[in-house]
């Protein structure tokens, strides 16, 4: 009930700035799964991993190319 109340009255700079942050962390958290799942990758290959994961693996590969190559466990 409070929590709702302080974002009715929040400026919309600050709630876009909330998501941001949210978006930023979220990023983050994923990455560093990532890197645990593929303590080799390097940082290009956990970001492209990500994008694998969040666009999907046909549209990741036509927005960034295939791979260069194939991460394994």
């Known amino acids: 009930?409070?929590?709702?109340?302080?974002?009715?009255?929040?400026?919309?700079?600050r709630k876009v700035r909330l998501v941001e942050d949210a978006?930023?962390?979220?990023?983050?958290?994923?990455?560093?799964?990532?890197?645990?799942?593929?303590?080799?990758?390097?940082?290009?290959?956990r970001v492209r991993q990500l994008m694998d994961l969040v666009l999907g693996q046909e549209l990741a590969a036509r927005v960034y190319g295939p791979k260069a190559t194939t991460l394994e466990r």
């Not at 009930?1 to 700079?13: C, D, E, G």
């Open 1 to 13: 009930m409070v929590q709702i109340r302080v974002l009715r009255y929040m400026p919309a700079f």
């Open 23 to 45: 978006n930023r962390v979220a990023r983050l958290l994923a990455l560093a799964g990532i890197g645990l799942r593929f303590p080799g990758a390097s940082k290009e290959e």
